[in-house]
T-cell receptor, first 113, second 110 residues
Framework: NAGVTQTPKFQVLKTGQSMTLQCAQD?????MSWYRQDPGMGLRLIHY???????DQGEVPNGYNVSRSTTEDFPLRLLSAAPSQTSVYFC????????????FGQGTRLTVV | SQQGEEDPQALSIQEGENATMNCSYK?????LQWYRQNSGRGLVHLIL?????REKHSGRLRVTLDTSKKSSSLLITASRAADTASYFC??????????FGKGTKLTVNP
């Protein structure tokens, strides 16, 4: 039981490049979400999903796309990376969005130069 | 969804002392969760308290909830250096979204 697995752990991108941050969970959780964490800003919700085929925007969705084709995977796509997207990204999952604890991955540290 | 606001932003204590941090929120909730984040790591769930509960314990942790004041507190008793971390609250109302504030950064000095 691996929990929530994020790959890669570190990534450096050039401005304008695209990439996908991977998130997978093996707990059969319906709810998955992506956050970014910047110094002094806490965690900000980017996108979330309440089940396969269903996604919705969080607080800071611009510049990011998501899809949820399976229960297990919730990839985050950066379409055209910008220096403002330099951050640490966390994926989380829970059995349901309400009343259940969320499990977090170890994070992906992304630098856009 | 709503965001909790943790207070204080930073707290520094000696090992063995108690640490208290607070969370305030704006609208009615169904439950409130507390999480811990060690430096550079993902958040770890500590405790969930439902809106009809006033107090909950887990080991050295004690969480209270006052829905009339729209506030919660997390007490860590007999702090250890390993408790050094950032602590976040996440109040949940009708939305399934889990939204966090900026957290309280706790430093426990040996």
């Amino acid at each position: 039981n691996a929990g929530v697995t994020q790959t890669p752990k570190f990534q450096v991108l050039k401005t304008g490049q695209s990439m996908t941050l991977q998130c997978a969970q093996d707990m059969n959780h319906e709810y998955m979400s992506w956050y970014r964490q910047d110094p002094g800003m806490g965690l900000r919700l980017i996108h979330y999903s309440v089940g396969a085929g269903i996604t919705d925007q969080g607080e800071v969705p611009n510049g990011y796309n998501v899809s949820r084709s399976t229960t297990e995977d919730f990839p985050l796509r950066l379409l055209s990376a910008a220096p403002s997207q330099t951050s640490v990204y966390f994926c989380a999952s829970s059995y349901s969005g309400q009343q259940y604890e969320a499990f977090f991955g170890q994070g992906t540290r992304l630098t856009v130069v | 969804s709503q965001q909790g606001e943790e207070d204080p932003q930073a707290l520094s204590i000696q090992e063995g002392e108690n640490a208290t941090m607070n969370c305030s929120y704006k609208t009615s909730i169904n439950n409130l969760q507390w999480y811990r984040q060690n430096s550079g790591r993902g958040l770890v769930h500590l405790i969930l308290i439902r809106s009809n509960e006033r107090e909950k314990h887990s080991g050295r942790l004690r969480v209270t909830l006052d829905t009339s004041k729209k506030s919660s507190s997390l007490l860590i008793t007999a702090s250890r250096a390993a408790d050094t971390a950032s602590y976040f609250c996440a109040p949940q109302g009708g939305s399934e979204k889990l939204v966090f504030g900026k957290g309280t950064k706790l430093t426990v000095n040996p």
